[in-house]
């Protein structure tokens, strides 16, 4: 009973691990797949303060790189947006603006629907004081929505600017009025709440960048390949000023992050796995206390110490075994069971809707290698209490 126990006991933090780590899994690759479906995969910019000339040249290098998919210019800055209503208070967000081709930032992200063709706005959309409007812009929906503002309204871009002063300590800005054209739903509540894009040669012009844009993004075909196009492209002449960054490294922290804590998940089934081994112990101790007659026999009979000692660490260690084929079972099984029938949970709380599974093998391998590891340790104090008995006391005591 107490074997069972025990073994109970493995099954449940074997089955219970792999499940938390097939979940962990399955967010780890969603989240991925929103970073690099969402953003470049790579960016190139000048290590200098001065913008880029001769675009056409420096993306035909990139696009003929193997591994590249498309190749887009921006120019981004931090800037703030600014909403006035006629008696309504001021609302105001920082944000990233972001100035980009349409078509080459549709090949590069999902970010603009497939029908948005440029960034200027109908012409019958005027200023309230009558001016024209210049350039439109696409909101990320959470920075719209925290300005208080859709399709069709007029927001203020405004950028500090310390040379608009004659000494340069006093910090001015430049200002200019946008419409609000479109919205967009990258699935990351960050990019949401913080991007918005608009024309690249408008918005070159008010950031005052030197050139036609400030830098390049790349996307790869294999997203995760993208420091080796990275290294191939500052391999070119064209590009041996520039540095790169790919989108691993700006999302290092939340992927170093997301590993500390499958290394905890880790420690847990250790610790786990050690209490239910405590189990194993107990049962196998008492086991050879109550055989110590039969084992005496068997030591009579010829059997040596290592056998004796091998049998009980066999019997011990099949406990294990059951325990963690029943959890590796148990946890593939519900784990297929929730991706098929994936459970709903709030999207404002978490960054998808569903909870996304993915079963790797080698996580359940590892799983199954460290739990027996743990339970033949287990086995050994037992066995070597059975192989010290002697003989003739065992079976005068039995």
Same mark, same amino acid.
């Given at each position: 009973?107490?074997?069972?126990?025990?073994?109970?006991?493995?099954?449940?933090?074997? %089955?219970?691990?792999?499940?938390?780590?097939?979940? %962990?899994?399955?967010? #780890?690759?969603?989240?991925?797949?929103?970073?690099?479906? *969402?953003?470049?995969?790579?960016?190139?910019?000048?290590?200098?303060?001065?913008?880029?000339?001769?675009?056409?040249?420096?993306?035909?290098?990139?696009?003929?790189?193997?591994?590249?998919?498309?190749?887009?210019?921006?120019?981004?800055?931090?800037?703030?947006?600014?909403?006035?209503?006629? *008696?309504?208070?001021?609302? %105001?967000?920082?944000?990233?603006?972001?100035?980009?081709?349409?078509?080459?930032?549709?090949?590069?992200?999902?970010?603009?629907?497939?029908?948005?063709?440029?960034?200027?706005?109908?012409?019958?959309? $005027?200023?309230?004081?009558?001016?024209?409007?210049?350039?439109?812009?696409?909101?990320?929906?959470?920075?719209?929505?925290?300005?208080? $503002?859709?399709? *069709?309204?007029?927001?203020?871009?405004?950028?500090?600017? $310390?040379?608009?002063?004659?000494?340069?300590?006093?910090?001015?800005?430049?200002?200019?009025?946008?419409?609000?054209?479109?919205?967009?739903?990258?699935?990351?509540?960050?990019?949401?709440?913080?991007?918005?894009?608009?024309?690249?040669?408008?918005?070159?012009?008010?950031?005052?960048?030197?050139?036609?844009?400030?830098?390049?993004?790349?996307?790869?075909?294999?997203?995760?390949?993208?420091?080796?196009?990275? #290294?191939?492209?500052?391999?070119?002449?064209?590009?041996?000023?520039?540095?790169?960054?790919?989108?691993?490294?700006?999302?290092?922290?939340?992927?170093?992050?997301?590993?500390?804590?499958?290394?905890?998940?880790?420690?847990?089934?250790?610790?786990?796995?050690?209490?239910?081994?405590?189990?194993?112990?107990?049962?196998?101790?008492?086991?050879?206390?109550?055989?110590?007659?039969?084992?005496?026999?068997?030591?009579?009979? *010829?059997?040596?110490?290592?056998?004796?000692?091998?049998?009980?660490?066999?019997?011990?260690?099949?406990?294990?075994?059951?325990?963690?084929?029943?959890?590796?079972?148990?946890?593939?099984?519900?784990?297929?069971?929730?991706?098929?029938?994936?459970?709903?949970?709030?999207?404002?709380?978490?960054?998808?809707?569903?909870?996304?599974?993915?079963?790797?093998?080698?996580?359940?391998?590892?799983?199954?290698?460290?739990?027996?590891?743990?339970?033949?340790?287990?086995?050994?104090?037992?066995?070597?209490?059975?192989?010290?008995?002697?003989?003739?006391?065992?079976?005068?005591?039995?």
């Amino acid at each position: 009973m107490t074997a069972l126990v025990a073994a109970g006991g493995i099954f449940t933090g074997v %089955m219970a691990l792999t499940l938390i780590l097939s979940v %962990m899994n399955g967010m #780890e690759a969603e989240l991925a797949s929103l970073l690099h479906d *969402g953003e470049a995969h790579l960016r190139l910019e000048p290590k200098g303060p001065s913008g880029l000339q001769d675009l056409p040249t420096l993306m035909a290098d990139l696009e003929a790189l193997p591994g590249v998919a498309a190749v887009a210019p921006y120019a981004e800055s931090e800037v703030l947006l600014v909403r006035r209503v006629a *008696g309504a208070s001021t609302r %105001m967000q920082t944000a990233s603006l972001r100035g980009v081709d349409p078509q080459r930032e549709r090949a590069l992200s999902g970010l603009l629907n497939a029908d948005f063709e440029n960034f200027q706005p109908d012409v019958e959309w $005027v200023l309230p004081d009558g001016e024209e409007l210049r350039e439109g812009l696409v909101l990320g929906v959470e920075l719209a929505h925290n300005l208080g $503002v859709g399709r *069709g309204d007029i927001v203020r871009v405004v950028v500090p600017d $310390v040379s608009s002063t004659q000494d340069g300590k006093d910090i001015g800005g430049r200002e200019e009025a946008r419409v609000v054209l479109d919205l967009f739903d990258s699935g990351l509540y960050e990019i949401n709440a913080t991007l918005a894009l608009g024309g690249l040669p408008a918005t070159a012009r008010f950031l005052k960048v030197d050139g036609d844009a400030a830098a390049l993004a790349l996307s790869c075909h294999i997203p995760e390949n993208a420091a080796e196009v990275a #290294e191939a492209a500052l391999a070119l002449d064209r590009f041996q000023d520039f540095r790169a960054e790919t989108w691993q490294e700006r999302n290092r922290l939340l992927f170093e992050a997301m590993a500390r804590e499958k290394l905890l998940m880790y420690l847990f089934l250790l610790l786990t796995v050690t209490v239910a081994s405590l189990g194993i112990v107990g049962s196998m101790t008492l086991m050879v206390s109550e055989k110590r007659g039969e084992i005496g026999i068997l030591r009579t009979l *010829g059997m040596s110490r290592r056998s004796v000692m091998s049998m009980v660490v066999l019997e011990g260690w099949v406990v294990g075994l059951g325990g963690v084929a029943l959890g590796l079972l148990a946890g593939w099984g519900l784990g297929a069971l929730l991706a098929r029938h994936p459970l709903t949970i709030p999207w404002d709380l978490f960054i998808v809707e569903k909870i996304p599974v993915l079963m790797i093998p080698a996580d359940f391998a590892w799983v199954a290698a460290i739990t027996l590891l743990v339970t033949l340790a287990a086995t050994l104090y037992p066995g070597w209490e059975a192989a010290r008995l002697d003989p003739v006391e065992a079976i005068r005591d039995s």
